[in-house]
């Protein structure tokens, strides 16, 4: 008999409900409220949702819901106000105690970058419009602090739900949290945490809060899988960073999962499949063997060059957004970075970060990575990327309004300051400086224009910076794309941001679960795009890279060799698939394939013609030949 064969299968050991997380005795278990299968309820489900992050998780679901507390109003006599109003106030303080412990962890963790996330929180506890409210009712309406707090997290975020600026709008979600947290330690429950897992578990949810993903055990948390989100949400990154299976955007999620639930997720197609049948467990477990396998086969030739079978050298490169990842770049052998979304840096804190952090922050990388390059592209902020802050201006709305440099150009203090801290890292490294979302000329010299100036400021001041530091833009909005000839002559590269192009290109929504089939790499405007790109950027002898998701995938990695693509920047964890590929062809074969797929006439046929000829030697580690 195989060892196959014997494994048990999950479902025969079910947990109990609610049991993944250790308590202190007391516990702050919450059962389930959506609805519930009916009859039997262990029939085995296939739900479909967008895989951000690969890898096969199997494991007991762990549900995680929102915290329902029940708030019960005593009136209380005169003599009782001051000891309630103590005891409010204890229990603050204790809120400040845990959020300052788990961003000290965060920090040491994660990088300081991330800590910030709880500094919203923080200041909320110390804001006296929030906590004197609470204590005035205890006093005007004699009742106890319970009730009070209840009706003053009601108040504030009734007032923020009908604030259209879905930025100012989030706050209403920090006071929720924060109120949610004081409601906990006033009841003497401790808050749920991920810090806290005992088994391994898959965390299911309808989304995961910053302070859930962040103080997570990583070494107990097998694979996260959430209702809502797309690849670049907040946790989808986090997920691949921390290289945990991860599908996000699953419709229905929460209706058929239960705590305890055996629940299989394949972060590389995006499928859940929740109670499956003995088969199907066996079937993913093989998956998931073979998954490890290839992962451990992929890493053994890692330390060779990315060259095709004709002597074509590609250079592959990391994106990262934290600076733990920089391990992952050294693991993965990528030569440099090719994307730092600096924007993480900023995001989730009340209080910006300044000019002499930057500047530690990009001196640390720039040092860690050199003698290769670190593409830092200038903050991105706006569109999905900036929820958890409310420190943001007012205007940043939509994924086409004040969105990156747009938001930079209107804040020209601020992107001075960065574009500083940007040119003085340069002195201790390889820094490249790249603009996002540039979408014509005129935006490019306005924001060369800052860039000339923060020399300036610099030179005056009689701080170092790297002479000639290499300037790029991100080819990202099809205005950008088209006038690509133009842009050239301004720059030293250029980086697809494959994609916002597809999302401008296509008009689909990148975050959106309902438009994801209409969201397609190879659709040919967007291939006629790129070319055009690679094109022009080589006839005015500069060098394009593409650091959007297409080029970790492997069916678009040919196309985009073929159509002689300078360099890959890509998730760290997709080096080794895109590694192999890569070697696994001829430059030859890949340019006859571009001119062919490039006649192709919707994405579907594109598809079919690269399987037809590449099909085989594409590394999928499931099995199946691609993705
Ligand atoms: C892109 O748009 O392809 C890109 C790499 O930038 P971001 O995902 O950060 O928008
Ligand atoms: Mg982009």
Redesign the pocket.
Known sequence: MTERETTPHPLHTPAKAGSGVADDGRGDRTEGNGPRPTGSGREEIYLKGIGVSPGIAIAKAMVLESQSILVRRNDLPANAVEPEIARFREAVQLSKTQLLAVKQRLAEDVGLEHAYIFDAHLTMLDDLTFTGQVENRIRSELVNAEHALHDTIRHFTGFFATIDDPLIRERGSDINDVGNRILLNLAGERRRSLANLEFEAAIVAKDLAPSDTATMNRRKVRGLVTMVGGK?SHSAIMARALEIPAVVGVDGLLDVVRNGDAIILDGLHGDVVVRPSNDTFQRYLERQRRYKYFERELLRGIELPTITTDGYTMRIAA?IELMQEISSVTLYRARGIG?Y?TEFLFMNRAVLPSEDEQYETYTQLVKAIQPDPVVIRTL?LG?DKFLSSFSMPKGVKGLSGLRAIRLSLSQVDMFKAQLRAILRASAHGNAKIMF?MISGVGELKAAKEVLESAKEDLTRAGIAFGANVPLGV?I?VPSAAVAADILAREVDFFSI?????IQYTLAIDRISEEVAYLYEPLHPAVLRLIRHVIDVAHRQGIWVAM???MASDPTAAVVLLGMGLDEMSMNPVSIPRIKRVIRSVSFQECADLAEEVLLSSTAQEAQDLIRRRIGGRLVDAVGAPEQ
């Open positions: 670049t994106n994307l979304r991105d569109g996002p991100m990202e941001g494959s994609n916002d192009l650091c959007g998701e």
